[in-house]
């Protein structure tokens, strides 16, 4: 199973890293993406990070305060979140993909890309 760790309660401005991993699969050998969504809003692609070249792509707002990364290739991706807005606040959720969506142009984003989801972890930035 997919399984993330690390959310939390934050200020504004305040730092947070969020860890994906999978008891099945080596998260390595995959695309892996983070989504995520708001309450009452739509599921957002956040940050996509390739599993040959480790391609990155990432969502506009979060572009310059937002990394994904994986230690060397291996478990677990992560998502560094820098800088942290209420508006980041959601549930953020870790996808897996067996294509190449990340390495695909701008599809990456596209939900349906991904078979294979977390449970997702809550992320809330409020003063």
């Known amino acids: 199973q997919v399984a993330e760790t690390g959310g939390g309660l934050v200020q504004p401005g305040d730092s947070l890293r969020i860890s994906c991993t999978d008891s099945r699969f080596q998260v390595a050998f995959y695309d892996v993406a983070w989504f995520r969504q708001a309450p009452g809003g739509e599921r957002e692609g956040v940050a996509c990070?390739?599993?040959?070249?480790?391609?990155?792509s990432y969502l506009d707002s979060v572009k310059g305060r937002f990394t994904i990364s994986r230690d060397n290739g291996k478990e677990p991706v992560y998502l560094q979140m820098e800088s942290l807005k209420p508006e980041d606040t959601a549930t953020y959720y870790c996808?897996?993909?067996?294509?190449?969506?990340?390495?695909?142009?701008?599809?990456?984003?596209?939900?349906?890309?991904?078979?294979?989801w977390g449970q997702g972890v809550q992320v809330t930035v409020s003063s």
């Open positions: 996808a897996i993909s067996v294509g190449t969506p990340c390495s695909s142009g701008p599809q990456w984003d596209d939900a349906q890309e991904y078979a294979i």
């Open positions: 990070s390739g599993r040959h070249d480790q391609t990155q």
